[in-house]
């Protein structure tokens, strides 16, 4: 199958094609994040394709995926009066179906979900995917509604994120690790993806995952009447914001916008690696020494952003991004960040998710002390809300079937046959 699209390495300058699975250049150098380039250089947006599937043509995807939602885009007003930006844009992920948004799990996790989907092969191997939640979540509603055998593996706190409209189907397995905290449960992923011959999904290395949030920058361009100057995020991995400056700049060469907007991210000021790296014009991003994240976590009002090793000086990672787009890095106390929330379910009437509320806090600051001006058009992306609403209307329970692994069993070198014929259980459906 010819596709529209090849992979290629920042670092070494290989091109080749696409087997809907590599994470990385073949050849062996310093990492970088492989990017995409498209047989298509202009920006063609598919009218009558609804959600993130009509930017297919920029999109590493080998099919589109039935019902795929989209992050929706509005100029906010109101809240733009209240923080004294009158060219204020919001792209909101979620769920809140009175403005067009339906993704379920409630973040934008879902649109890294469906591009991944998209991109795997014909007869794809079990995907294992290692999450603290909000991805976990999306996966397993994805891989369960289109049939596709995948892991799921979260620390056990990750467990009440795992709720759902539908019952899943028996081709998705969850597995919660007692004790384990997110490096553990990657770590405990990635050994049982090559004991049972499964795939990693691969976080922010994954080309598609990227891709699936740089629809967001599509969106905006194609609601705004002119493209951003500005854009807001809260950050964790940062890739999200990885992929709306990889998306600009693919628009500035296709001449459809001027310059990428200055990337404006923003962490939680309890617990910030990317900032005080940023700051300190360090060469790697890592935290202070003796303090594990999952203790940041807990005094964080956003613990989905206490990312301990994000791809920062990586070739095309966080610091090349904000270089290349004159951006900054931000701070948002608790007691900011849950002001902030309580003033957009004020002012535009739906709930947030915590990471939105800290970007929110984040501009806030920023308007107030002129580091982003009231003639500057603003992107602010709300990577997740709606939640509340979707729990009221829809009335998810938690998902049924979750194999706990005990910290005695998980510490072994070997995985117990009752897990391996748990997980290869998810084979099943797609092999009948
Ligand atoms: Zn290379």
Redesign the pocket.
């Known amino acids: 199958m010819t596709l529209h699209y090849a992979l290629t390495?920042?670092?070494?300058?290989?091109q080749g094609a696409d087997d809907g699975l590599a994470l990385g250049?073949?050849?062996s150098?310093a990492p970088?994040l492989l990017q995409t380039s498209y047989t298509r250089r202009e920006f063609t947006p598919r009218p009558q394709t609804d959600g993130m599937f009509r930017y297919q043509d920029w999109l590493p995807v080998r099919r589109t995926v039935p019902d795929a939602g989209s992050a929706v885009v509005y100029p906010a007003t109101r809240l733009g009066a209240a923080l004294g930006l009158p060219d204020l844009w919001v792209s909101f992920s979620g769920y809140w179906p009175e403005r067009g948004a339906r993704l379920e799990t409630a973040t934008f996790k879902e649109l890294e979900a469906y591009c991944v989907l998209g991109r795997l092969p014909e007869d794809p191997p079990t995907l294992v995917v290692a999450s603290v939640g909000n991805t976990a979540a999306a996966f397993a509603r994805l891989c369960s509604r289109y049939a596709l055998p995948c892991v799921i593996v979260v620390p056990e706190t990750g467990v009440e994120r795992l709720e759902f409209t539908e019952p899943l189907a028996p081709c998705v397995r969850l597995l919660a690790l007692e004790g384990a905290d997110y490096a553990e449960t990657i770590a405990y992923a990635d050994a049982l993806a090559l004991r049972m011959g499964g795939q990693v999904e691969g976080g922010t290395r994954n080309v598609a995952r990227r891709a699936g949030l740089g629809t967001v920058w599509l969106s905006a361009v194609e609601a705004m009447p002119r493209p951003a100057d500005v854009y807001v995020q809260a950050v964790g991995s940062a890739a999200g914001a990885i992929a709306v400056h990889e998306a600009a700049a693919r628009l500035v060469r296709a001449g459809a916008s001027e310059c990428p907007p200055r990337l404006m991210l923003c962490q939680n000021a309890e617990y910030a690696p990317l900032y005080d790296a940023w700051c300190a014009e360090r060469d790697d991003a890592v935290p202070d020494a003796g303090e594990r994240p999952e203790e940041a976590a807990e005094r964080c009002l956003a613990d989905e952003l206490t990312n301990a090793r994000p791809p920062y000086a990586v070739a095309g990672g966080v610091r090349d991004c904000l270089t290349g787009s004159h951006g900054r890095m931000l701070l948002a106390g608790r007691e900011d960040a849950l002001a902030a929330g309580a003033l957009f379910a004020e002012v535009e009437g739906v709930d947030i998710e915590p990471a939105s509320a800290v970007a929110l806090a984040g501009l806030r600051r920023a308007a107030q002390d002129r580091t982003i001006t009231p003639d500057e058009s603003v992107l602010l992306n709300i990577t997740g809300g709606g939640r509340g609403h979707m729990r009221r209307r829809l009335q998810p329970t938690r998902a049924a079937h979750i194999h706990r692994v005990r910290r005695a069993e998980r510490s072994s070198d070997s995985f117990s046959r009752d897990l391996l014929h748990h997980c290869e259980a998810a084979q099943a459906p797609t092999r009948a």
């Not at 390495?9 to 290989?14: E, K, L, M, N, R």
Request: net charge positive; glycine share 18%.
């Open positions: 390495c920042p670092v070494c300058g290989w250049c073949p050849r150098h970088g």
